[in-house]
C-alpha cells in the first residue's frame, strides 16, 4: 500500500465513522420512544382499545399488511401528484411575482388569505364541488403544499446576490441569461427549503382530504378502524404515515445534495 493510499484510507476511517455516529441517535430515539410506549401500557395495564403495545400493534401490520400496502399505495399516489402539481404551478407564479413589484404586492396578499383557510374547512367543500373521486384529494395537497413552494421560491429569486447580478451586467447578459445562469441557481437552495416542507405538509393534506368522503387511503383506515374501536389498526396506519413522511423527505434532501451539493458543503 502507498503513502497515498494509507492517508487515504486514513481519511475514509474518520468519515465512516460520523456516518455512523449521526445515524445513531435517530435510531437510538425510536428505540426509546417504542421502549416507553411498551412499558406505559404493560405498567398501567391500558386496555388495548385505549392503547395497544407495540406488539399489538406489529401484528396488526403483519396480519392486515395486504390491506394496508394497498390504502399505502393510494395515499402516496395523492401525495405526489399534489405535490408535483403545486411545484407545476407555484414555481412558475414565482417567476412571475418576483418580475415585478406591482405583481407581488398585488399577489401576495392573496396568497396569505389563501394559506390562512383552515384545509379542514375546505375539504367537505372540495367533495360537494368535486365529487367522491381522487382528484378533491389531490387537489387539497396542492393546496396546502402550494404556499410554502412560492414563497421560498420567490424568496430566492429575490434575494440573488449583488456582486452575481453586476457580473452580469458587467459581461452584458441578457434577461434570460441572467435568470438561466445567475438568479435561478442562487434560487435552488431557497426553492428546495420548500419542497422539504411541503413534502411533509402533502402527507397531512393526504390525509384531511381521506377523512372526508374516502373510501380508500390511510386516512380513511384510520376512521374506518376508529368506528370499529380497531385501535391498532389506527396506530399503524399512523406508524405508515409517519414512516411515509420520513422516505419522501430524505428522498427530497437526497435529490438536493445531487443537484446542489454546494448548498450542502456551506
Not at 378502524?225 to 391498532?232: E, N, P, R
Request: hydrophobic content about 60%.
Amino acid at each position: 500500500m502507498t503513502v497515498t493510499e494509507t492517508r487515504r484510507t486514513g481519511r475514509d476511517k474518520p468519515r465512516a465513522a460520523g456516518h455512523w455516529a449521526q445515524q445513531l441517535p435517530p435510531v437510538l430515539g425510536v428505540v426509546g420512544a417504542t421502549a416507553l410506549w411498551w412499558a406505559i401500557t404493560v405498567v398501567f395495564e391500558v386496555e388495548s382499545f385505549i392503547l395497544p403495545s407495540p406488539v399489538q400493534v406489529a401484528q396488526t401490520m403483519v396480519e392486515q399488511s395486504s390491506y394496508l400496502w394497498d390504502n399505502t399505495l393510494v395515499t402516496l399516489w395523492e401525495t405526489l401528484l399534489g405535490f408535483l402539481l403545486a411545484i407545476a404551478v407555484g414555481v412558475p407564479l414565482a417567476l412571475i411575482v418576483t418580475a415585478s413589484r406591482m405583481l407581488e404586492r398585488t399577489v401576495y396578499p392573496l396568497l396569505l388569505m389563501l394559506n390562512a383557510v383552515p384545509k379542514v374547512a375546505v375539504a367537505p367543500l372540495l367533495v360537494v364541488w368535486m365529487g367522491f373521486g381522487q382528484f378533491p384529494k389531490v387537489f387539497l395537497v396542492f393546496l396546502v403544499c402550494f404556499f410554502p413552494i412560492v414563497i421560498s421560491t420567490a424568496a430566492g429569486l429575490s434575494s440573488t446576490p449583488a456582486d452575481l447580478v453586476e457580473l452580469g451586467r458587467s459581461l452584458k447578459t441578457n434577461w434570460w441569461q441572467t435568470f438561466r445562469m445567475i438568479r435561478m441557481p442562487a434560487a435552488i437552495p431557497q426553492l428546495f427549503v420548500g419542497l422539504k416542507l411541503a413534502i411533509t405538509l402533502a402527507v397531512i393534506g393526504a390525509v384531511i382530504a381521506e377523512f372526508v368522503g374516502a373510501t380508500e387511503g390511510l386516512g380513511y383506515a384510520i376512521v374506518a378502524s376508529g368506528a370499529s374501536a380497531d385501535t391498532a389498526l389506527a396506530f399503524a396506519a399512523m406508524i405508515l404515515l409517519g414512516v411515509m413522511s420520513v422516505v419522501l423527505f430524505y428522498l427530497l434532501a437526497a435529490v438536493e445534495r445531487f443537484f446542489v451539493p454546494w448548498a450542502d458543503r456551506s
